[in-house]
């Protein structure tokens, strides 16, 4: 039985709240622009269809997905937006069947999969709870998308956690996919729940670089979902400054982010 059923079944949790966004929209409203340039709504709702596909291939097919590796390497810059349109293009009704059929079907994979399985990715290989995580991760990054274009408040729950868990960890690969060398200590990383106001701690208690702020904030923050300007996420030290400007939580090229709103927290 997988390790992986309590991010499983936050994951669940998430694309339902999502799925709920978007189950009873007009076919114009699925054409509405979100805040990523050249993506509707149905391109977010393609883009997870496209990658849970992508994921359950890695689960049940490693051939058949090293296949899409390639593919991916050949087209580093249009691969993710080509997945998108071909997705987008579909009647919403039946894009919206084939989200529901492929995030259940690998729920049902990674939930049945055997504890210490490693799966192949983009990057390096995933164990089971970190592919989970990173579904969610997407799924809630691009549903805040879907949910300023559609002008719908979200509020957000402690599934965050696994969104700024993902994003502390991805601390060194910010740095490496700009060409830049990663500090070579850890940081301590404070952040505040949204619903409890717990704090979420990581790296040692004595690091001398440190970021603090609110949970929901730092998940903006990694997901480069809002600029840094906007948010109330703090950092001391040069480093730790310099990873504010440069996180993310997902694999691949950052992106332009968002510009700043000058809404600043």
């Known amino acids: 039985m997988s390790d992986a059923l309590p991010v499983l079944d936050d994951l669940r949790s998430e694309s339902e709240e999502l799925d709920g966004l978007v189950a009873e929209l007009s076919r114009e409203r699925w054409s509405l622009a979100t805040p990523a340039p050249g993506w509707t709504v149905a391109h977010q709702i393609a883009h997870l269809t496209w990658t849970d596909r992508a994921a359950l291939l890695a689960a049940t097919d490693p051939a058949a997905f090293a296949v899409e590796v390639e593919k991916a390497a050949a087209a580093p810059g249009s691969f993710v937006d ?53 579904r969610l991760m997407e799924t809630w990054a691009h549903g805040q998308d879907v949910a300023d274009a559609l002008g719908v408040p ?19 690969f910010a740095f490496a996919v700009r060409g830049l060398s990663a ?37 903006l923050l990694v997901t480069r979902r809002a600029h840094r300007d906007d948010l109330a996420v703090r950092a001391e030290g040069p480093d730790a400054d310099r ?18 709103q000058g809404v600043g927290r």
């Open 82 to 134: 080509e997945g998108a349109a071909e997705g987008a293009a579909l009647p919403p009704g039946e894009l919206l069947a084939r989200w529901r059929t492929g995030r259940d079907e690998l729920w049902r994979v990674l939930s049945e999969a055997p504890a210490g399985t490693r799966l192949p990715w983009y990057g390096p290989p995933m164990a089971v709870p970190s592919m989970a995580t990173a």
């Open 154 to 172: 979200r509020a957000a729950t402690d599934r965050l956690r696994h969104v700024a868990r993902i994003g502390v960890r991805a601390r060194d």
């Open 183 to 219: 500090p070579g200590e850890e940081f301590r990383v404070e952040l505040t729940s949204p619903v409890t106001g717990e704090v979420w701690a990581y790296g040692p208690e004595d690091a001398a670089q440190r970021v603090t702020g609110p949970g929901l904030d730092f998940c």
């Open 243 to 260: 990873w504010l400007d440069i996180a993310q939580a997902f694999a691949g090229p950052p992106g332009e982010g968002r510009a700043a």
